[in-house]
């Protein structure tokens, strides 16, 4: 499977027809029409529903689309890393991070290393851990922020010392606004707004104890912003990382610590036994500094 045949079939997906994507690739319709009954021979599925009018992809197609897009970033990436040189880093650094108070550290971070090497430009990806650690196996997220517990054995990191609270979000008129810590019995039989990680989820159900066979998860949530446009509406209450809360207008929506607190470490980490872009490995080392991590 070739990455040009690959760029081929992305275009003809992305225009929904093989004569303008014949014109926007510079290559004749007969070509291209070859080219993609070549790759539908090479991979033994159908790619593309061909109508009168337009084409669509088969959900083969969609899987492959997918897959592609991935493949394509990697070797566009990879091509431009290989063109840097170490004496005039350029580039760009992607850092998946969640929202916790770990990522406040970023900016004072990128603010230093953007004095020293102005050409780097930034992409900060959102998500949950499990995704952005997905994402960095994967190559496609250079360093993460994530919060622990998750398996960082395929990783190099630095702990950060930062202990990231759970809290509750509710309504101000809610009842349960007037306490100043919430326990597991405060929230017996409510309807509940949980993270999506399986790990967190967990440790709630331990901070619950019995009490959370009793308990409603109503929803599910894999950044808590949305989870909060719930607790708003007044569909539940959610259990969250108090480093996501700062912006909120507590007109609408408070927080209050548990008790016994829940508090969870997050990490700076990268993946282990791969080569770093020279902008990468430049940032990992404006990290140890400004953590004060000898070598």
């Known amino acids: 499977m070739e990455i040009r045949v690959l760029r081929y079939f992305l275009t003809v997906a992305r225009e929904s027809g093989i004569n303008r994507a014949a014109e926007i690739l510079h290559i004749t319709q007969p070509t291209l029409s070859r080219q993609l009954a070549a790759l539908e021979d090479e991979v033994g599925v159908k790619l593309f529903e061909r109508g009168a009018r337009k084409i669509t992809l088969t959900d083969e197609g969609i899987l492959l689309r997918r897959r592609a897009e991935e493949i394509l970033t990697l070797v566009d990436r990879t091509q431009a890393e290989l063109v840097e040189q170490d004496h005039l880093v350029e580039g760009r650094i992607v850092i998946g991070c969640g929202e916790t108070a770990a990522v406040g550290l970023l900016p004072e971070i990128i603010a230093s290393f953007h004095e020293k090497y102005p050409l780097v430009t930034y992409d900060i990806y959102t998500a949950n851990a499990d995704v952005v650690k997905e994402q960095m196996e994967k190559g496609l997220v250079d360093i993460g922020i994530l919060l622990e517990p998750i398996d960082i054995e395929k990783f190099n990191f630095f702990r950060l010392n930062l202990k990231e609270r759970s809290v509750v979000l509710m309504r101000p008129d ?42 409603q998860v109503l929803f599910t949530s894999n950044l808590a912003t949305n989870g909060a446009l719930m607790v708003q509406a007044g569909l539940g209450y959610s259990i969250i990382i108090e480093g996501a809360t700062p912006f909120w207008d507590e007109r609408k929506i408070v927080s209050r610590p548990l008790s016994p607190e829940i508090v969870s470490d997050s990490v700076f980490a990268w993946k282990r036994s791969q080569p770093l872009a020279p902008a990468v490995k430049k940032f990992v080392a404006e990290i140890r500094c400004f953590l004060s991590i000898a070598d």
């Not at 949980?194 to 009490?211: H, M």
Request: glycine letters at 2%; charged letters at 35%; a negative charge.
């Open 174 to 215: 809610d009842s349960l606004a007037e306490k100043e810590t919430i326990s597991p019995k405060d929230l017996k039989e409510k309807p509940l707004i949980l993270p999506s990680r399986a790990n967190i989820r967990n440790e709630v159900a331990n901070w619950f104890g019995e009490d959370f066979s009793e308990s």
